[in-house]
């Protein structure tokens, strides 16, 4: 099995030695692996985390924004300089485990073989280790999310999350589309299944997003997917072959 591993990263210079060390360690089974760290303008010794890092981990790239694009920017930048057709991604906050990438991986290779058009497995933080209040606003987001856009997924939110690589890069590209690629996979004619993954507190630094910068923007963003979804056509294709 040979994939990529995509880790954006915004100020958490005192995450990367941690958590490298853990990916390659979850990652000594993999046939092939990179990790690829994209460093979205970040103001603190990120950058200077992985420089060091660089130094260490032969399986690292690293690419870096000139300033700070987003989250679904750095993913997407990250995804686009993959060099297998397998990527996963993952929080560069350590809250995500690393050692759930292979089992993901083995997940979606094992349902490939009856389900042909999977697409993506989607992480499903069912124990989460946040604030109650945290954990209240995202399950309400995820409710109303889910009946507004059908997708069938527990927790799009979660950043980790295996898909192919083509066909994420064929999605409709938007600023904060990382929260909402299950139902842009099934509009596209994929599917998407979940699977429980292990979530774990945060030791260093803090969270980049606060409760009403989330629902200010997630308004807009859920507007403009099911606008997105009430025009998708998908035409069924057949090839003639010569006699």
Not at 87 to 92: E, I, R, S
Not at 169 to 187: E, G, I, K, N
């Amino acid at each position: 099995m040979k994939i990529s591993i995509v880790v954006p990263v915004y100020n958490e210079a005192a995450n990367i030695a941690a958590l490298l060390d853990e990916i390659t360690a979850a990652m000594r089974a993999a046939e092939a692996y990179e990790i690829i760290y994209v460093d979205d303008g970040s103001d603190d010794l990120t950058a200077t985390a992985l420089a060091q890092a660089l130094q260490d981990v032969n399986a690292l790239r690293v690419i870096r924004h000139q300033r700070s694009c987003g989250q679904s920017t750095a993913i997407y930048t990250g995804v686009k300089a993959a060099r297998y057709p397998l990527v996963a991604t993952l929080d560069g906050d350590g809250q995500n485990d690393p050692a759930d990438i292979l089992r993901l991986c083995a997940v979606f290779m094992q349902q490939r073989q009856t389900q042909a058009n999977l697409w993506m497995v989607a992480g499903w933080r069912n124990k989460r280790h946040d604030s109650a209040w945290r954990r209240f606003s995202s399950k309400v987001a995820n409710t109303v999310r889910a009946a507004l856009l059908g997708d069938n997924t527990p927790d799009s939110g979660c950043g980790l999350k295996v898909f192919l690589r083509d066909e994420f890069l064929a999605l409709p590209y938007f600023d904060h589309m990382h929260r909402f690629l299950p139902a842009l996979v099934l509009r596209a004619g994929g599917q998407v299944i979940s699977e429980p993954v292990n979530h774990r507190s945060r030791t260093n630094g803090y969270s980049k997003y606060g409760t009403l910068d989330r629902l200010g923007v997630g308004i807009t963003d859920l507007l403009g997917v099911i606008w997105l979804q009430k025009r998708a056509k998908l035409a069924e294709v057949k090839e003639l072959e010569h006699r």
